[in-house]
Structure formats: C-alpha cells, structure tokens
C-alpha cells in the first residue's frame, strides 16, 4: 500500500488503451468517495488496484478486500477477482466469471474483462462491486 505500489500500477497503463485508463479511474473515483471503502494498490501482479473495506467499519484488526483489478497487457483484458460468485456476477451481465483455482483465495470469481466491457461497460461493474462490497459487509457482520 505505498506510492510505489500505486506508480507501479499505473506503469502497467501506460501502453493500455486510453480507456482502460478511463475504466480504472471511474471505478477509483467512485470507491474514493465513499467511507466504508479504502481503494489501494500492491505490488502483487506487478501492480494492482484493491478495493477493501477498512477495518474500523468491521471493528476488527485487518482490512478485507472485496475486489482486486489490474490490467493484462497481453491478453488485453482486465482481470478482476471479487467477493461475489460467477452466477451472482452473471446477474450484473458478466457471463464469464469462473471460481478461482486456488482453494485458499478468500476471494470468490475470477473474471477477464474484454475489451467492449472495460470499454463500455463499467457503470454495470461498479454496480457488481457494490454488490460484492454489501454482501461482505452483511456476511463479515452477521457471521457472530
């Protein structure tokens, strides 16, 4: 979570299309504004965008990220790994989420995002994002 990790996530754009640019920022400037979300970078992926809800709003000791983006400059797609399952993502129009391979990510589908979603579609994600972000919420404060 420092600058660099920020600078590194970014660098990965600076070869994208203008619009992948343009997909991360709405999403970022969404998620900033609001004060149960803390958006954040890592270095993991060789840079990535974490969207996480800060652990005073669940009173506990650790942040829980809900979703994590970064760009595939090789496939030309936007990866995203969140909260919510394939079928619930299919609800929004994201048909080809799948559930993550490892049996340890805390996370719950994997979805590339093609060209004419990152392109056109990222009111319909960030509305899949808030539902990600509302069903941890429910589950992380209904779970005692």
């Known amino acids: 979570m420092t600058e660099i990790s920020r600078e590194n996530f970014y660098a990965k754009l600076d070869t994208a299309p203008h619009a992948v640019l343009g997909f991360f920022e709405t999403i970022i400037q969404h998620f900033e504004r609001k004060n149960d979300v803390l958006v954040h970078h890592t ?80 009111a319909d994600f960030i509305k899949a994002l808030e539902a990600a972000k509302i069903k941890m919420l429910h589950q992380l404060t209904h779970s005692e």
């Open 43 to 122: 270095d993991a992926n060789g840079g990535d965008l974490r969207l996480a809800i800060p652990p005073e709003v669940l009173e506990q000791n650790q942040l829980r990220n809900f979703a994590t983006l970064y760009w595939q400059s090789t496939k030309h797609v936007v990866f995203s790994r969140t909260y919510l399952t394939p079928d619930e993502l299919m609800g929004f129009g994201f048909d080809m989420g799948a559930v993550p391979t490892s049996k340890t990510e805390p996370l719950n589908s994997d979805i590339r995002l093609v060209e004419q979603q990152w392109r056109y579609g990222v």
